[in-house]
């Protein structure tokens, strides 16, 4: 049974930090690319950060230099290390794992999300 949990969400103040981690279960993680989302009610889901099979990662313009995924393939949990947070990063945060396709991990499976609050 291919599971996602995120945890690792709560309340912050403004320039505060957080660490979300995603224990992934149920799939090789050497052969799934990972993924942070994020979602506001109201907006469009935003992908936030992502890491490939090969470790290399990627970042939304608006979180470059504040947040920092990784992974620790051994315990098969990703982690999104987020600094500097600002009201404007309160979000829905979720987990997403897919196999990597032309350009772009395919994800197809997701968590059920952890809430970020920044005020």
């Known amino acids: 049974h291919v599971q996602l949990v995120e945890s690792g969400g709560g309340s912050v103040q403004t320039g505060g930090s957080l660490r979300l981690s995603c224990a992934a279960s149920?799939?090789?993680?050497?052969?799934?690319?990972m993924g942070w989302f994020r979602r506001v009610p109201g907006l469009e889901r935003e992908g936030v950060a992502g890491i490939g099979i090969d470790g290399r990662t990627a970042y939304a313009d608006s979180v470059k230099g504040r947040f920092t995924i990784s992974q620790d393939k051994a315990k098969s949990i990703v982690y999104l290390q987020m600094n500097s947070l600002d009201p404007e990063d309160s979000a829905m945060y979720f987990c997403?794992?897919?196999?990597?396709?032309?350009?772009?991990?395919?994800?197809?499976?997701w968590g059920q999300g952890t809430q970020v609050t920044v005020s």
């Open positions: 997403a794992a897919g196999p990597p396709g032309l350009g772009a991990c395919q994800y197809a499976l």
């Open positions: 149920g799939y090789s993680s050497n052969t799934f690319c």
